[in-house]
């Protein structure tokens, strides 16, 4: 019933931006906080950013912090990540979350969408 569907990734050249959308249906949306992970091959699960009920209150990975802008629109039931000069090094498919309570960097959410590649070349 719930599902989480990213979308808006691909291919850009370093420097470049992406704008990930993810629609949200099957809940009240705006009881969730949200969340954005990463994961390249190999590679653990990364934090990136997360955002509360309301949208006050936001967290920022350092590795992505001044240059990816979490948000959200509760009319919309869509969550947002602007992804800004972007690096070789962000190249991994990118997931949206959703979680009852408090933000967290931990990847301890309720619901997980699909994921969506994003490739950054040099």
């Known amino acids: 019933q719930v599902q989480l569907v990213e979308s808006g990734g691909g291919s850009v050249q370093a420097g470049g931006s992406l704008r990930l959308s993810c629609a949200a249906s099957?809940?009240?949306?705006?009881?969730?906080?949200v969340g954005w992970f990463r994961q390249a091959p190999g590679k653990e699960r990364e934090f990136c950013a997360t955002m509360n009920q309301s949208g006050g209150t936001t967290y920022s990975a350092d590795s992505v912090k001044g240059r990816f802008i979490i948000s959200r629109d509760n009319s919309k039931n869509t969550t947002y990540l602007q992804m800004n000069d972007l690096k070789p090094e962000d190249t991994a498919v990118y997931y949206c979350a959703a979680r009852r309570g408090l933000p967290r960097q931990e990847p301890y959410y309720d619901y997980w969408g699909q994921g969506t590649q994003v490739t950054v070349s040099s």
């Open positions: 099957g809940l009240t949306f705006s009881l969730y906080a």
